[in-house]
């Protein structure tokens, strides 16, 4: 069974940059692709980003050029370099690793709020 455990979530001001951090652990992810969602408020998660398991990247339309996606296997991490933030990308981030709908594993979920 997978964990995944997040962090580097909080407040910044618009313009503004966050890194968060995923750290994954129970079995050998390489297999996994692993990645980053976020929800607004009365929505469903969409993706941001995420890396497959061969390295390609996709990332959402809304983010691109601003965050960076980067995933590390030998240390089982996948982080999310978040820069120009604007008050739209306030939303609770989770990680994900998966292989399918049917293998997947969610972290707890951290709070951005961009906000001056």
């Known amino acids: 069974q997978v964990q995944l455990v997040e962090s580097g979530g909080g407040l910044v001001q618009p313009g503004g940059s966050l890194r968060l951090s995923c750290a994954a652990s129970g079995k050998n992810l390489n297999w996994y692709t692993m990645g980053w969602y976020r929800q607004f408020p009365g929505k469903w998660r969409e993706l941001v980003a995420h890396?497959?398991?061969?390295?390609?990247?996709k990332y959402a339309d809304s983010v691109k050029g601003r965050f960076t996606i980067a995933r590390d296997n030998d240390k089982n991490t996948i982080d999310l370099q978040m820069n120009s933030l604007t008050p739209e990308d306030t939303a609770v981030y989770y990680c994900?690793?998966?292989?399918?709908?049917?293998?997947?594993?969610w972290g707890q979920g951290t709070q951005v709020n961009v906000s001056s």
């Open positions: 994900n690793a998966n292989r399918g709908a049917l293998d997947a594993a």
């Open positions: 890396v497959t398991s061969v390295g390609n990247s």
